[in-house]
Structure formats: structure tokens, C-alpha cells
């Protein structure tokens, strides 16, 4: 593949900006999971942090820059990007002579489709989705025909070859909003503990899920109270665990479910498949090697990523 020049347009970090300097920094995922893959590609990539920046600084860098791309992850909250350059981003789309092709990886259409994607894909020649189903609902509703479906992977380069020992029964890294609090307590009360730091970083993530012989994901949306894609189904496996995940039906099309992950679709079957598989510590085993494969070979961010601005390549500007 043809090397590019990108503009990586995305916040940096979700805990500090401007309006907020003495908040702790924490780099945001997508370094972790696009930037520097996308570096490793061979790509020639700069970042713009949106969590900090605006149109004029962005319009400045494209002067510099001369991209090809600007690969973005809007957010649409000015409380962690204050100032995200919209009008910079449609202005590279409607400027021909620029041959700049604009592209924004969307995050969370389960709950955020119609209140945000729906109305940011104009400033788009090309967008993904992380939700199969959803592709269909753009180019029906929205009449939007460059759309991809690009799934959340993993960088094996941070994630795998995390050598510790496994320490802890099972972990959660998130906040506990919805039934997370319901499901983490009832496996307490079975007698599994959950290690559920709070504020933690991408080290920190890393670390925790490297220690745990079972990973957990609850897929369900707070807000719609439907299961989505995360990205967690991914990190877990990678760093090495057991993945132990709410059942949501795209699963199937990843993973071998029961060889290289185990699903659950009640707080009763999560305790009883957690209970299984620590009582039998070498098929637990063989499970964590099985996902991390899969992980670190089908779901690398490398090989996501490389599909995915192959398929960009394939789009017409719009």
C-alpha cells in the first residue's frame, strides 16, 4: 500500500485541555491504538489534538502539513474538546484542488447515531461504524453510501508480552454505571473478587487485565439499554486473559465463542461460567491463549488498520 500523509485529528487527552490545566494527564487510547500503528504502518502521520486546538491551528498545520488524509475521531463534546475544528475539516472536504479525503472513525452509534453521527457525516467523505448493523442505517436513512464497518482492535505492541503473574480472579476497568455494579457485587458475593480501579490509565488497564485470569465486559448501553461493540473485547484477550463478555451478537463473527472467549447473557450465567473457569485453571489457560491469537492476528490494530485505509482508498471523495 502506498504510503500517506495523515493528519491524525483527535483529542490526545480526555482529562486535560485548556479550559482545565491543572487536571492530570493521561494520554487518551487512541494514541495507544491508532496513532502509533498507523506510524508503524510507515505512514507519515502528525497528530492534531482536538482537546486542545482549533480551526486556525489546524488550518495551519494542513498548510504545513500537505496531508492526503485527515483520519479523525470527533467527539462532539466541547467539555473534552472545547474547540474541535469543524469548520477546517468541511472546508478540506469542499476544496477540491486540495485532494484532501476526510474520514472520521465513529465511536458509539448504538447511542449516539441520531444525536451526533447522523449529522456529522457531512463534514465526511468517508466514515466507519463499529456496529455491522448500522451500516445499512446509513445509507437507508441517511442515504450516506461511504460508510465502513471498522471494528475496535487492539495494538500488540502495548498490549501482548506483558509477562506477569496472574494474581487477581477477575477485573473490570470502567466506570459502573447501569448493571455494572449489580453484576461486579453479585460475583463478590460468590466469592470472586473483582479488581475495578477507578480513573485508571492505559498503563494501568494494561497492567490490571494482565494480572486477572478473567477480563470482564458488560456490553450494554446505559442509555438505550441495548448491547454494542467495545473495545475492551478486544484489549482483555490481548493482554492475555480470559475475556468474560456480555453476549452481543456481532461476538460471532469475531471470535470462536467458547473456544477463544466465553459470553454470558444474565448475572446468573456471568457467576456460574466465572465460578467454571476458575475451577478449572488449564481449560481457563487454553482459552487466554486461544483469544490472545486471535487478538494479536485477526484483531491487531495493524490489520485493522491497514484494511481500513484500504478501503478508504476505494471511496470517492464525496
Known amino acids: 500500500m502506498k504510503k ?12 486535560r485541555h485548556r479550559s482545565d490545566p491543572e487536571r492530570s494527564f493521561r494520554y487518551d487510547m487512541s494514541m495507544w491504538n491508532f496513532f502509533l500503528p498507523l506510524q508503524g504502518l510507515g505512514h507519515e502521520v502528525a497528530w492534531f489534538d482536538t482537546a486542545t486546538y482549533g480551526n486556525e491551528e489546524l488550518d495551519q498545520l494542513i498548510q504545513r502539513f500537505q496531508p492526503e488524509l485527515l483520519f479523525c475521531i470527533t467527539t462532539g463534546d466541547r467539555s473534552l474538546c472545547p474547540e474541535e475544528p469543524w469548520d477546517v475539516i468541511y472546508g478540506a472536504k469542499n476544496t477540491p484542488a486540495a485532494n ?29 461504524t463499529p456496529e455491522r448493523k448500522f451500516v445499512n442505517i446509513y445509507k437507508e436513512k441517511l442515504g450516506y453510501e461511504n460508510v465502513i464497518y471498522a471494528t ?48 485508571a490509565s492505559f498503563e494501568d488497564l494494561v497492567h490490571t487485565y494482565a494480572r486477572s485470569r478473567i477480563g470482564l465486559n458488560f456490553s450494554k448501553n446505559s442509555k438505550t439499554g441495548t448491547t454494542q461493540m467495545k473495545a475492551r473485547v478486544f484489549e482483555i484477550p490481548a493482554a492475555g486473559s480470559v475475556l468474560l463478555t456480555e453476549h452481543h451478537d456481532e461476538l460471532e463473527d469475531l471470535f470462536d465463542i467458547g473456544k477463544e472467549i466465553m ?38 490494530s495493524y490489520i485493522r488498520l491497514a484494511g481500513l485505509l484500504e478501503e478508504i482508498d476505494k471511496m470517492d471523495k464525496k
Open 263 to 300: 459470553t454470558f447473557e444474565s448475572p446468573e450465567e456471568m457467576v456460574d461460567k466465572a465460578k467454571f473457569l476458575l475451577s478449572h485453571p488449564n481449560q481457563m489457560a487454553k482459552m487466554a491463549e486461544a483469544g490472545f491469537k486471535a487478538a494479536i492476528t485477526r484483531h491487531s
Open 100 to 128: 484532501i479525503k476526510t474520514f472520521n472513525w465513529f465511536c458509539d452509534d448504538v447511542w449516539r447515531f441520531d444525536e451526533f453521527s447522523s449529522i456529522a457525516t457531512r463534514f465526511f467523505d468517508v466514515c466507519s
Open 152 to 199: 475496535w482492535h487492539a495494538n500488540p505492541d502495548m498490549y501482548s508480552g506483558v509477562r506477569t503473574w496472574k494474581d487477581k480472579d477477575a477485573a473490570f476497568v470502567g466506570a459502573s454505571y447501569g448493571d455494572r455494579k449489580m453484576h461486579i457485587d453479585m460475583l463478590e458475593k460468590a466469592g470472586i473478587k473483582v479488581e475495578n480501579p477507578k480513573n
Open 4 to 15: 500517506k500523509r495523515i493528519i491524525f485529528v483527535a483529542p490526545k487527552s480526555i482529562t
